[in-house]
């Protein structure tokens, strides 16, 4: 299996989905890879082109020769290019998601609750005002 075929096996892997399931998000053939990894064999370029223009975040050095990090570094020099975040800045950013979420939640059903105290408070005004009217009447 060539160097190459293995880090886009890797590639596919770290984005959850089979071989054949990526070959398709990069408009490939079924088969294309997974043929190519089975026998050995080399994949056209417009394949590499594919993959690359698609998943941006990896390095195209790192997948075509194997040297350098696999994921491009985070620019924050220009507000306008992409940025991509590190394993352990993704671990991190899911962490607070995830948190966040849970505040979310959390405050969703604070205000539910309140929505219910306000609804009860407002039937019990309504009813005192009428009940005080009711005895000016009298």
């Given at each position: 299996?060539?160097?190459?075929?293995?880090r886009?096996?890797?590639?596919?892997?770290?984005?959850?989905?089979?071989v054949?399931?990526f070959?398709?998000?990069?408009?490939?053939?079924?088969?294309?890879?997974?043929r190519?990894?089975?026998?050995?064999?080399?994949?056209?370029?417009?394949?590499?082109?594919?993959?690359v223009?698609?998943?941006?975040?990896?390095?195209?050095?790192?997948?075509?020769?194997?040297?350098?990090?696999?994921?491009?570094?985070?620019?924050?020099a220009?507000?306008?290019?992409?940025?991509?975040?590190?394993?352990?800045?993704?671990?991190?950013?899911?962490?607070?998601?995830?948190?966040?979420?849970?505040?979310?939640?959390?405050?969703?059903?604070?205000?539910?609750?309140?929505?219910?105290?306000?609804?009860?408070?407002?039937?019990?005004?309504?009813?005192?005002?009428?009940?005080i009217?009711?005895?000016?009447?009298?």
């Amino acid at each position: 299996m060539s160097s190459v075929l293995k880090r886009i096996k890797i590639v596919a892997d770290r984005e959850g989905m089979s071989v054949s399931a990526f070959e398709a998000t990069i408009g490939a053939s079924k088969g294309v890879f997974t043929r190519a990894l089975a026998n050995g064999t080399d994949i056209q370029s417009k394949w590499l082109i594919s993959l690359v223009e698609k998943y941006p975040q990896y390095s195209s050095e790192w997948l075509l020769k194997g040297e350098g990090d696999m994921l491009r570094p985070i620019s924050i020099a220009n507000e306008e290019e992409e940025k991509y975040l590190t394993p352990e800045l993704e671990g991190i950013h899911n962490t607070i998601i995830y948190t966040l979420k849970q505040v979310v939640a959390s405050q969703n059903v604070t205000i539910k609750s309140q929505e219910k105290t306000i609804v009860s408070l407002e039937r019990l005004l309504s009813s005192l005002e009428q009940e005080i009217k009711s005895l000016r009447n009298k």
